[in-house]
């Protein structure tokens, strides 16, 4: 899984606010919780960060509502980070009379003097630690404490096995439409147009692989067609 999964995930929750204002009553507390919360005691940054990465099967190093815990976890993994940050990254802040780790964002992009994130429990002027909806904040890299970095799997690392079932049948579609696109050799072209005239095949899709089923069907519907013409 990559990290533009990640950011895929993160960018459709652009906008989402807790209700009612000044609650902390959102849906990534009741997933984090398993229950409904609200309250002082709720703030959901984190809480938004680890529902995204669920999400997307993508495990972190903690399940926690801490950005201390986050790092400390990161640190002990050997995931963390405090300079070249990459998209997908989780970013921890520390803002100006906060706590040394008061904030977290997935960091969408990397600027010349710091990062894009979206993040969660933000707003676009109001508190930035706790405002109450998921926005995408341009940070300077003076509030950035470091990142946990996730391991995805890309490029050389990505394991057929390591798919999920989901991520194979996307595959499989995919790679279906693309035979299908392939043209019939000259070969095969005159059995072809013969097997559609005769109701053997619809011929969509001649170079896409054929399961077992419609091998099946096909089969029957020529052997049917035979013994109609020996009748």
Known sequence: MTAERVLSIARAELGVKESPANSNKVKYNTWYYGREVSGAAYPWCMAFVQWVFHQAEI????????????????KKTGQWA?????????????FPGGAATDHVGIVEK?????????????????????????????????????????????????????????????????????????????????ELTEAKAKGITDGTSPGAFCTRAQAAVMTLRAVKIKEEGNA
Do not use: F
Request: aromatic share 4%.
């Open 59 to 74: 495990p972190l190093p903690v399940k926690t509502a801490s950005c201390g815990a986050l790092m400390a976890a990161a």
């Open 82 to 94: 405090v300079k070249d940050y990459r998209p997908g990254d989780v970013v921890i802040y520390d």
């Open 110 to 190: 990397v600027t010349r003097t710091g990062v894009v994130a979206i993040e969660g429990n933000t707003s676009q002027a109001g508190s930035q630690s706790n405002g109450g909806m998921v926005c995408r904040k341009t940070r300077p890299y003076s509030q950035i404490v470091g990142a946990m970095r996730p391991k995805y799997r890309e490029g050389d690392d990505l394991k057929v096995e390591d798919l999920t079932d989901a991520e194979i049948l996307q595959l499989g579609k995919r790679l279906q439409a693309v035979m299908g696109k392939q043209t019939v050799s000259s070969a095969l072209a005159p």
